[in-house]
């Protein structure tokens, strides 16, 4: 018995919605689905109106300034905004408290993310070295995070929580290296008194983390009407702001683990000597106490964790499928072939699916082997091996990065059924390598107090 009164709508609606929301692999699943259905829309007798209603224009105005970019620029300019505040959010988390905090956790990722970027980048440049189709280098560079862990969790207890954690710190430092990519390589002409204006309110955002301001509203309004719009405006891509929002929100809780525990043990001491008469509502004492519970349990957490939270579902099952949606509607017509021969998509598959193995497990390798870096307890060089495939599912940011840096209709369809195509065959490399390495779901490794045997390969 929990106590917990359950109506209908909880147990048939409810309940089953929260379960597929914390699905570690349902957010790739949905992201899957959303890619097909616009791969089939767009290759059916629909697909004419599908391309046109992506680009419909739609203005803003405000004063004298006005703004008007089609309904596919806001979701990628706009919406996807929404996606890399969260991405901040887990870099700062990640920063302050997670696997980049320590050096000694860090340096193996993190350099596995920076080989998992430069190989990639260099093989593109290798196939176009010149000319406007060497500006799609940053393409293969990206991981598409929900994929790749999407993957993954499938194994479920097959694979250790060595590797999950491996690959989450991987990708979220492969986020911040695209983010960096994308702030100093793929902005347009800047426009100084915008960008002057935008720094203000980010030294506004500062400040006022450091003055112990903490409503999530306050800093929605600063960041999206003042940093957002005035990025958007100066020529820097608008989600570079919302990373910039996502590292001024504050981080620290306002009631230390202590102060917390002795009000929650007052709290509930008067709770049990509260009226108890049986009523349809809660005494005004007894909702006094609950409400005080609540108020402490609030400033007991963190902004930051409070948004990533909440946000997060949104993202997944919001944002990216309607970005997917929009982005992912590549037509399989007669040049298709002719588009996944042509040195564009040649470049995007060879750094996808080659440059990203290579440069992942041959940095682990160096480190492994001089001694820097030691590998996670019971990872092996197949595990880096998968995890390297699984880095080359570059899809939803591959896809976002193409669209920057290509104004030519035929290049960015080359390098969307590159990414396309070369992510699919990733996926399914880094799965059937992971299978393969696996052990059994019941299996538990042996405790030893020998050292743990050589890597057979490295």
């Known amino acids: 018995m929990t106590g917990i009164e359950k109506d209908p709508v909880d147990v048939w609606l409810v309940d089953p919605i929260k379960v597929f929301i914390n699905n570690s692999s349902m957010s790739g699943v949905v992201l899957f689905v959303s890619a097909l259905v616009a791969l089939a829309i767009s290759n059916s007798p629909w697909g004419h109106a599908y391309h046109e209603f992506w680009e419909m224009e739609i203005s803003i105005k405000i004063g004298e300034a006005f703004i008007e970019k089609s309904l596919h620029h806001w979701i990628n300019d706009g919406l996807v905004a929404v996606f890399f505040f969260v991405v901040g959010l887990e870099l700062k988390r990640e920063v302050l408290a997670g696997e980049l905090s320590t050096p000694r956790h860090a340096i193996l990722p993190l350099a596995a993310a920076v080989g998992g970027m430069v190989v990639p980048a260099v093989i593109y440049l290798l196939v176009n070295p010149q000319g406007p189709a060497s500006d799609g280098w940053g393409i293969p560079m990206a991981t598409d995070i929900a994929f790749a862990l999407g993957v993954v969790y499938l194994l479920g207890d097959r694979v250790p929580v060595a590797l999950k954690v491996f690959l989450t710190t991987l990708a979220i430092a492969d986020d911040l290296g695209a983010v960096l990519v994308i702030a100093f390589f793929y902005t347009s002409q800047i426009d100084v008194t915008s960008l002057s204006l935008g720094l203000g309110f980010l030294l506004l955002l500062v400040l006022s983390n450091k003055m112990g301001i903490r409503s999530t509203l306050y800093y929605a309004v600063v960041g999206i ?122 470049g995007v598959m060879l750094g996808l699916l080659v440059g990203k193995v290579l440069g992942i497990s041959s940095i682990v390798w160096l480190l492994v082997r001089f001694g820097l870096a030691k590998l996670p307890h019971e990872m092996n060089s197949r595990h880096v091996l998968g995890a390297g495939f699984l880095a080359g599912i570059g899809f939803t940011m591959s896809l976002f990065v193409s669209g920057l840096a290509f104004t030519n209709p035929d290049n960015l369809e080359q390098a969307k059924i590159a990414i396309l195509v070369s992510s699919s065959i990733a996926s399914i490399a880094g799965y059937l390598l992971l299978k393969s390495t696996a052990r059994a779901p019941s299996e538990k490794p042996a405790e030893t107090t020998e050292a743990a045997p050589a890597d057979p390969v490295w």
Do not use: C
């Open 225 to 346: 009407a003042g940093l957002w719009l005035t990025f958007l405006m100066s020529g820097i891509h608008p989600t570079i702001a919302a990373v910039l929002v996502a590292f001024t929100i504050p981080a620290r809780p306002k009631i230390s683990k202590p102060a917390f525990r002795d009000i929650l043990e007052k709290k509930i001491n008067r709770l049990k000597q509260a009226n108890t008469i049986d009523a349809p509502v809660v005494s005004e004492e007894r909702r006094e106490i609950l409400y005080n519970i609540q108020k402490a349990s609030k400033l007991a957490g963190t902004p930051l964790q409070r948004l990533e939270h909440g946000l997060h579902p949104f993202v997944s099952f919001v944002v990216m499928p309607i970005f997917a949606l929009s982005n992912a509607g590549v037509s399989f017509s007669d040049p298709f072939l002719e588009n996944l021969m042509s040195p564009v998509a040649i």
